[in-house]
């Protein structure tokens, strides 16, 4: 028995452990090879499974209708802030952001850097420190928009988008930090873009769900091939040497979540543990202080809040970690405490940590 | 006992047996974390050692000097193919192009894209279809040029420059398929990139060695960020998530190296496996014939060879499976047969393809 550490971190994040001991058994001998499936050609019909297959459980798993292409590609987050502008936001077109937080406010960034001020911020919360999400009233979208852009959870705020913004566009969104937490209609999105290393994978894999309308309304053919999202939707992401490992341990962890009963089952999951640890935290109100202001905005993915001072959250973090769990610590813009509880963080790690933040207020309250 | 098959595949290829194993060994708990290096913050002080000798290993086994930057990125030669004028090919700033095969002819068209005229051909080999570099007395240099990218060893046709070739200008150099083949002088170069996946590692990670003065040279500050060079060497390629897993084993691949003495080491091996492959196909030469017409010119890392037919072709293919031996194939633009012969192919798996060989030649010859 693997004597397993309770993972909270922010990401790169715990996998399941099932998906991780299947690679660990077939790490030198993969499919009957007598090789890693690192060791093969990315043009063999071993690794075309898998490639293959990774493409097939997110398109099932997420009901991805047929007038949409699933490509994965390389360089997070960070590189789609600049593809999406390079390939989308040519000539005239114009665009909205939702900036919301960090991330939301670095994809709005980039994109200015390419489309200078054809791209705008439709509604931004920065003045609250990004502590709550828009009210549809707040949202001012410009009629001209090719899209609004959004990012459905707030990994450093810790505000997730239930109901996605009210909108007559279509969507560009980062789903970088809570992917496949819930089923979700995807028919409004024009393009969905992920880093794995939260709820799918390792980092060094991005997962790119792109409608066909908006493959077609790429301006791409002058942008260094590997830039171009038309090439890699039509070359079915293999133009270039895909990152194989990465795509295979995607894989192990869709053909897992499949095993466990898909997205509905791992939804289960996730509002049983907010309810856990918002309970706790609620309940302990005059001494954990959540950073989100308004509660339908809470993440059930990230859940930041304070203790009454630093040198508890020093003592939390410490004696968290002699019991097993790490993570905790909150990202360094905000201080306090940061619980990262992705798809692969079980109920009973959450029951774990809700005991330990009773014993914790009870010793220290 | 793993019983491991010969691995001759172009890339990804083969890697030592000892790296590997030490990834199953800690798969599921790495460094007594009781998680998976997959699983751990890249901002972890676990990760961070991992990604500091990765570094640091690479340097030592290069003999890279104190004025140059290793970065470990993503996208691969591609993407690389991409940055370089982005970064570099600014303005009015012109460079030249030594194009011997079927990637080199793939970096100057998308220096193109980006540069448009202020890139030139300073040779080609083209008309004679690759088969074999251009000599000195066919270099044209333009004065102006800021830099010469040439490809140090081309996968395709298996032509290598032993001899760089010999200009006043620094040079650019995709070495996707040579790198640490032997140690050499690094001073002379300006960038150095190449894809791990065939002498060091998974695909996934590229590995960029880049002068000080190119970096400074860089017109980047409008780029997205995943772009620019200058940014990713300040952070020390911990801007963005790194793909945290194929560093880990790009580090495992190089502590092997060091542990079997180097560069000096390993350019011995190859040595080796050249004169048993190159002397079996010289001693039948009215069987086999080289594709690459300059005995000067051959590649130690890719050896393309025709028999005298296509079925006596496909006939060696399936016959070396059976014994064990994958990945020799020519690649589809040239046919016949390629042995991919990178660092982790030893002079036994050679020793027991030339044996296979002789005995064809016996039976078919």
Same sequence: chains 1, 2.
């Avoid at 999202?229 to 490992?245: Q, V």
């Avoid at 192990?252 to 999951?269: D, F, H």
């Amino acid at each position: 028995m693997t004597n397993r550490t309770i993972n909270f971190y922010a990401g790169p994040a715990g996998l399941p452990l099932e998906a991780l001991k299947r690679a660990q058994e077939e790490l030198l001998d993969f499919a009957g090879t007598g090789m890693s499936v690192m060791e093969i050609s990315h043009r063999s019909k071993e690794y075309d499974a898998v490639h293959e297959e990774a493409i097939a459980l997110t398109k099932e798993l997420m009901g991805i209708p047929d007038n949409f292409k699933v490509m994965l590609l390389q360089g997070g987050a960070h590189l789609a802030f600049g593809m999406i502008p390079m390939n989308l936001l040519r000539g005239d077109r114009q665009a909205d952001f939702i900036t919301t937080g960090n991330w939301a406010e670095k994809a709005f960034k980039e994109a200015k850097l390419v489309a200078g001020d054809r791209v705008r911020e439709a509604a931004s919360t920065k003045a609250e420190k990004f502590a709550r999400l828009p009210k549809a009233s707040e949202l001012q979208i410009n009629p001209n928009a090719a899209f609004v852009h959004f990012t459905s959870n707030n990994t450093v705020e810790g505000t997730q988008w239930k109901d996605f913004p009210k909108t007559d566009k279509p969507y560009i969104c980062d789903m970088s930090s809570d992917i496949m937490w819930r089923p979700f209609d995807v028919s409004q999105f024009g393009l969905i873009y992920a880093g794995a290393q939260k709820n799918l994978g390792p980092s060094g894999v991005t997962v790119v769900i792109m409608r066909d309308d908006f493959i077609e309304m790429c301006q791409s053919k002058d942008l260094p091939s590997y830039l171009r999202y038309p090439l890699h939707a039509e070359k079915n992401s293999l133009y270039n040497t895909p990152p194989t490992f990465g795509i295979y341990i995607l894989r192990n962890v869709l053909a897992y979540n499949k095993s466990i009963g898909g997205l509905k089952a791992i939804e289960a999951n996730n509002l049983k543990k907010g309810e856990l640890l918002y309970g706790c935290i609620d309940k302990h109100a005059g001494f954990f202080k959540p950073f989100v202001t308004e509660k339908a905005d809470r993440s059930l993915m990230n859940v930041d809040f304070f203790l009454p001072t630093e040198e508890l959250t020093d003592t939390f973090v410490k004696e968290a970690k002699k019991n097993g769990m790490v993570g905790l610590k909150g990202y360094r813009d905000i201080g306090g405490i940061r619980v990262s509880t992705y798809n692969a963080v079980s109920v009973k790690d959450v029951e774990t940590l809700v005991a330990f933040m009773e014993a914790f207020v009870q010793k220290n309250g």
